[in-house]
């Protein structure tokens, strides 16, 4: 079943402590995509990447690092998380030629909680 | 900062009724997309519009780009319980980014 998966699904947290969301997709798609969902922002990009070894920042990507090392993996790691880290992320995952239309395959969401 | 304005922020419904939500922007689109987050997943895109005063249908929904490229509007007719959720219009912007609107949350009426 093509998907993008996203580990782990809830995390509470303490401010400082390290942590990585994982995020695979089984679709060959070139481009993937993290944004961070809060109520009443709708989603807001924070990294993306248009293929291997290629990241660049989205509108709020301030404590926040990616990699792109392989095609199918684009993990979020957030190296000293504070609470106003706590949100909703989504993975999302595009192939190349339906990048400029929008067209994105999301994950189910990582529900962070940093205290 | 916040690119397309959704109207109503949320709305709630009754079997059977037809639904209408809006999206509006102070820039121009030359694409809009519509998409719905069912509760605990990820968005899940409905209809695309790529042509100025185009109107799409898929099933129960309607969608349209608006003429001056600056809005777009998603009607649902005959709603039943599974349209709850949240309704995101988006539009991509630089080639390589998405942005979002806040969201239209669709409740059922008790």
């Known amino acids: 079943e093509a998907q993008v998966t996203q580990n782990p699904r809830y995390l509470i947290t303490v401010t400082g402590k390290k942590l990585t969301v994982t995020c695979s997709q089984n679709m060959n798609h070139e481009y993937m995509s993290w944004y961070r969902q809060d109520p009443g922002l709708g989603l807001r990009q924070i990294y993306y990447s248009m293929n291997v070894e290629v990241t660049d920042k989205g509108d709020v990507p301030e404590g926040y690092k990616v990699s792109r090392k392989e095609k199918r993996n684009f993990p979020l790691i957030l190296e000293s998380p504070s609470p106003n880290q706590t949100s909703l992320y989504f993975c999302a995952s595009s192939p190349i030629d339906r990048v400029n239309t929008g067209e994105l395959f999301f994950g189910e969401g990582s529900r962070l909680t940093v205290l | 900062g916040q690119q397309l304005n959704q109207s109503p922020q949320s709305m709630f419904i009754q079997e059977g009724e037809d639904v209408s939500m809006n999206c509006t922007s102070s820039s121009i689109f030359n694409t809009w997309l519509w998409y719905k987050q069912d509760p605990g997943e990820g968005p899940v895109l409905l209809i695309a519009?790529?042509?100025?005063?185009e109107l799409t249908s898929n099933g129960r929904l309607t969608a349209q780009f608006g003429i001056t490229r600056k809005d777009s509007f998603l009607n649902i007719s005959a709603s039943i319980p599974s349209d709850v959720g949240i309704y995101f219009c988006a539009g991509p912007r630089g080639g390589n980014k998405l942005v979002f609107g806040a969201g239209t949350i669709l409740r059922v009426k008790s």
């Open positions: 519009l790529y042509k100025a005063g």
